[in-house]
């Protein structure tokens, strides 16, 4: 974990609304694994005043991407950014998938961005397991597909694959996948919890990547928490996750 | 050379900035950034009694110039800090004040016992002024009865520094620090957080689970360098000044205001390493103004 400067490399629209940043750091690009975020400053000045969290896409050689569509005032300013410009990043930080492990079928669930972290999670996996990616969407034009392997699409308009939502097409397909099965997930709530409700019901392995409104991104002010299943009370989405095992925590 | 540090009662801070408490949990992540030894001290994350969990999500909003948050004081508690964090502060060549968020004054009383003990430990913060939690908090620093009390019940039980920190939704926060000083506190910090609140217009409900939240960060300051002012003027008590700090002027600002230290709060969020390099600034600016102690500027203000 380090606060640097990094210069970016590219910033491009790869599909309608959605960007792709890239920058450069020798030091993140070897400490980084699947899953894991970063804390971005996207403005010098103090407006926007927090940091803006997100999961690293993909990493090639010593370039990182972010993926991103514009959400509000932080992800406008970002995809304005242009090659040369420097970036001050704090990262890597939480914890990644857990791609190690006996599993055989490595099957990823998303919806829309929660499509982000996939494209270097299956890098880092697809010679040693067999990958199912189904992936939903609103509409065939937010469907993002970049970086994935062994698509299963779903969207929620019928304009391409399967018409309705994503964890209806797995639980459909599910019986096809063969050996010992995990599943990566991550993506708006509704759909994580509706995933989470039935695969801690017919017992798949199965890890969820969060999102939670952030502070600090590094344990420091408790903004984050995630409700834990035991009663216990909460971890922190940035520090113990982002990445969960979905019988861990309760989604809501 | 300019002389950065302060001393306030025994306890010599090497320069006047400190890092606010329930902004730097207890010193484990934010050393990654900022060099512990080289700051004037950290105030840790309050401390109860016995751990809380804290307010379910969400607890922070995002505003203009700052953020509100309704952590609800989601902390260790006394003997787990002992256990397993206060060993590794320890380490540090800094000043480490406990700060204490209870609900009733016997528990002020009853975790300063306890800690006080402790060598490594060098004053307390007794946060009577978090807006976030359903028992004491607020209600505690809005009142100077249960001020009064709680600084008498905890100064009676400890010798070490003692601060109260103070909550600037009250009328008059110089009535505070002016209770704090009758009843032997050392010193006040000013400011905790002010209430607020953020609504989301879509769902018509607050954004915050526990409805309002403590507004912090740059947004705040020019009410707290008033607050600052206001006790400076009233009441002969050290003061630490918090709110809104973001940059080395604006710790002259507040120096210049009536504050002898300072903490930075929110601004960890965003620069973690934002206190140990506004430590070489300050200098800096000391140096190129000739001023040789810096703590001569404290309360310079040259007022109409
Ligand atoms: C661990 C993690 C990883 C993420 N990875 C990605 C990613 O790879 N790609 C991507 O497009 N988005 C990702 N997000 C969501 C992304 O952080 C938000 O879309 C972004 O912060 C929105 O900022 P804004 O200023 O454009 O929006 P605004 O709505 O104006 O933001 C206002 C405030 O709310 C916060 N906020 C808004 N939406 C979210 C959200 N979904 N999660 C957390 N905070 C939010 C912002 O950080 C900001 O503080 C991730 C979030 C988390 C927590
Ligand atoms: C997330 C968060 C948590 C806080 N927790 C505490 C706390 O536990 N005890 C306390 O006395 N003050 C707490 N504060 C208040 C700060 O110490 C400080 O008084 C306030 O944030 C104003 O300073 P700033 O504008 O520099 O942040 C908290 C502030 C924030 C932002
Ligand atoms: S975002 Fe600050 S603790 Fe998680």
Known sequence: MRIEKTQIVSVSEVQSGIFILTVESEYFAAATLPGQFFNIRVSESLFPLLRR???????????????????????????????????????????????????????????????????????????????????????????????????YSATDDGTTGYYGNVVDLLKLKISEIPGIKKIFSCGPTPMLKSLTDWVNFVGIESEVSLECAMACGFGICQGCPAELHDGSGYKLVCKDGPVFNSQEIIIS | MTDLSVKIKDVVFRNPVLLASGTVGYGDEISNFCDLNKIGGIVTKSLSLKPRKGNPPQRIVETASGMLNAIGLANVGVEEFLKTKLPNLAGYDTNIICNIAASSPEEYIECTRILTTESAINGFEINVSCPNVKDGGLEFGNNLDAVRRITAGVRAVTDKLLIVKLSPNVARISDFARVVSEEGGDAVSAINTLVGTSIDIRTRKPKLFNVTGGLSGPAIKPVALAKVLEIKRNVRIPIIGIGGISKWEDIIEFILAGASCIQVGTMNFISPDFAEKVVAEIAGYCEQNNIPVLNELTGAVRLP
């Not at chain 1, 970036?87 to 055989?104: A, N, Q, R």
């Not at chain 1, 982000?116 to 199912?132: Q, S």
């Open chain 1, 53 to 151: 969290p997100f999961s690293i896409s993909d990493l090639t050689g010593k370039n990182l991407s972010f993926m991103f569509d514009v959400h509000g005032e932080g992800t406008k300013i970002l995809s304005q950014k242009r090659a040369g410009e420097w970036l001050d990043i704090i990262g890597p930080l939480g914890h990644g998938f857990g791609i190690e492990g006996e599993y055989e079928s490595a099957i990823i669930v998303a919806g829309g961005l929660g499509v982000a972290p996939f494209p270097y999670l299956t890098k880092k996996i697809r010679n040693k397991k067999k990958i199912y990616s189904f992936i939903g969407a609103r509409s065939s034009r937010h469907l993002v597909t970049q970086g994935i392997v062994n698509v």
